[in-house]
């Protein structure tokens, strides 16, 4: 039974050990909690990273943190006016955008086919009316143009292609989508939409990773394709809403649905407007993470098991006169696991200070440019302080086990250096 007059010794026994302990020792060890701390929460925070910024590109470029659709009854939004006039007014939204989507196709290259039987470079395509000035304020259009110019709302028979459907840029062909080939800006290629076919120019091809929502449209002013939809004004499919940082979208969804736009309308905040699959490649992603990071708690523990039994090893002499004297083998065996406990203790400390000092805000301002994402390090403090545990707590044991081991050997083998 631990009293408390082994727990001050204990700890009296730690810290005068730790201030004769070589300085390049402790430094060294520290550094091993340091890079395990870093380890368990990084990694897996970057996996779980790279999801988040897929989902974060779909609400940056597509859906914003509420979006407005049609009712899966219809083609449209009913009273698009009205809701549109209605947003103006609500002091929340920092931008909006209004978009019409139609199914269609694009080819390319049909004034060189003089085979009739050559299959045509064709291929099917969401296209996609837009205001330029308005979606530019909400998803930064014209900053994703890689090649040619971006669309103005004088523009006319003029669109811009996503790089999926340039054969430069795409993986291949793919189910329902065929690259076109020699398409530049100032390529003519043609649209076909409900049986309408319309000449355009390509203004300018898009440069965005294969799986951003912008890959794979078609984009044009609205005006050109409402004349081609034979749609009038207003009737928009979907209505994306970018709200302040730090606005809960989700009563503002509630708030649109208590104004009764959820009654013509589909409301959902961003979360529930992501495709399918998302949360599930999340969690699995932060699986892989928890067991990368599983690998380097063990390697620290298998360290600190090691350094702590060397140095009971070679001080099993003093040990034995401590106990000697009269010290408990308690108290000895809470020396070390205070020792083990300093060490955990200063590496995730310097952890912490890294990771949300350092770390966490500069890739949130400088993202991880990679092939399928941007991204970022989630590091969520409920999650991090689990893992601080589990940090301290197998140091403690790893520190516990050695101490034991040696503590309870007999007094006068200990004291007389025999085996």
Do not use: C, H
């Not at 000035?133 to 811009?160: I, K, M, P, R, T």
């Not at 905040?269 to 699986?287: D, K, L, S, Y």
């Not at 000092?357 to 890739?363: A, K, R, S």
């Amino acid at each position: 039974m631990l009293s408390a007059v082994d727990i001050r010794v204990g700890f009296y026994l730690a810290l005068r050990q730790i201030r004769r302990a070589s300085r390049w020792t402790t430094s060294l060890i520290v550094f091993v909690m340091l890079l395990t701390f870093l380890n368990l929460v990084v990694v897996t925070g970057l996996l779980v990273g790279i999801v988040a910024g897929i989902s974060n590109q779909f609400r940056i470029q597509e859906t914003g943190d509420v979006m407005i659709t049609a009712l899966d009854t219809k083609d449209y939004i009913e009273n698009s006016p009205q809701i549109l006039s209605f947003l103006q007014t609500l002091p929340q939204p920092r931008a909006v955008t209004a978009r019409y989507s139609a199914a269609g196709s694009v080819e390319a290259n049909y004034f060189s086919r003089v085979d009739p039987n050559e299959k045509p470079n064709k291929t099917g395509a969401t296209i996609v009316g837009i205001n330029p000035v308005a979606e530019d304020n909400f998803s930064n259009l014209s900053g994703y143009v890689g090649e040619g110019e971006y669309l103005s709302s004088s523009d006319y028979d003029a669109v811009l292609l996503g790089p999926q459907f340039v054969d430069r840029y795409s993986f291949g062909e793919q189910p329902g989508l065929t690259p076109l080939k020699n398409v530049y800006p100032g390529t003519k290629i043609r649209l076909t939409i409900n049986g309408n076919t319309r000449e355009v120019i390509v203004k300018g091809i898009l440069d965005v990773p294969a799986n951003s929502p912008l890959a794979a449209r078609v984009f044009m002013p609205a005006n050109e394709l409402r004349q081609i939809m034979g749609r009038y004004e207003y009737a928009v499919n979907e209505i994306a809403i970018l709200l302040p940082a730090g606005t809960d979208g989700a009563e503002f969804r509630d708030l649109l649905k208590r104004s009764g736009i959820g009654d013509k309308a589909k409301v959902q905040t961003f979360e529930e407007g992501i495709p399918n699959g998302v949360a599930e490649v999340q969690n699995t992603f932060a699986m892989i993470g928890n067991a990368i990071g599983s690998i380097g708690l063990a390697v620290a523990a298998i360290t600190i098991f090691i350094v702590i039994f060397i140095n009971a090893v070679t001080r099993r002499k003093f040990i034995g006169i401590l106990k000697g004297i009269g010290i408990s083998g308690e108290a000895i065996e809470l020396s070390y696991i205070f020792q083990s406990l300093l060490y955990a203790s200063i590496g995730s400390a310097l952890g912490i200070g890294i990771l949300y000092g350092f770390l966490v805000p500069y890739v949130s301002a400088n993202p991880i440019s990679l092939p399928i994402s941007e991204a970022i390090i989630v590091a969520q403090v409920d999650g991090t302080m689990i893992r601080i545990m589990l940090i301290v707590l197998t140091t403690v044991i790893a520190g516990y086990l050695p101490s034991r081991m040696i503590v309870r050997r007999n007094t006068l083998d200990s004291i007389l250096g025999r085996n």
